[in-house]
């Protein structure tokens, strides 16, 4: 992954705002972010594409849900740098968090078998 195509898919806040969350949470799922960020399905699905598109993030199905996660196969400097972002959360990213606790029905997550 170049610079340059990282830095342009982080460029846009909801996405710059989804890393951050996923980042955090280690794994999410559409019907999170929408209730965290306050936005339609087709808005944050659309913003998701484009990250797996550009190989920040990977997904996995488990029953109707899809989840979210960072790619761990990102360049170490990718990785320091989403690092860095997550804990310089800003009020926004407070905000964000605290809709995502407050959410009731969260999907629940299977450990992944051996």
């Known amino acids: 992954m170049s610079p340059v195509s990282?830095?342009?898919a982080l460029s846009d806040e909801t996405r710059l705002h989804i890393i951050m969350m996923i980042a955090s949470e280690h794994e999410l799922c559409v019907c999170e972010l929408m209730a965290a960020l306050m936005l339609?399905?087709?808005k944050i699905s659309r913003h998701l594409a484009l990250l797996r598109h550009?190989?920040?993030l990977l997904d996995r199905r488990q029953g109707q849900w899809v989840f979210y996660r960072i790619n761990p196969e990102l360049?170490?400097?990718v990785r320091h740098l989403i690092?860095?972002?997550s804990v310089e959360q800003s009020p926004q990213m407070t905000e964000n968090m605290?809709?995502?606790t407050q959410?009731?029905?969260r999907p629940?997550?299977?450990s992944e078998c051996c």
Do not use: D
């Open 6 to 8: 990282f830095f342009k």
């Open 40 to 42: 339609s399905q087709p």
């Open 54 to 56: 550009q190989g920040v």
């Open 75 to 77: 360049p170490e400097w």
């Open 83 to 85: 690092t860095a972002i």
């Open 98 to 100: 605290h809709r995502l």
């Open 103 to 105: 959410m009731g029905s």
């Open 108 to 110: 629940e997550r299977q």
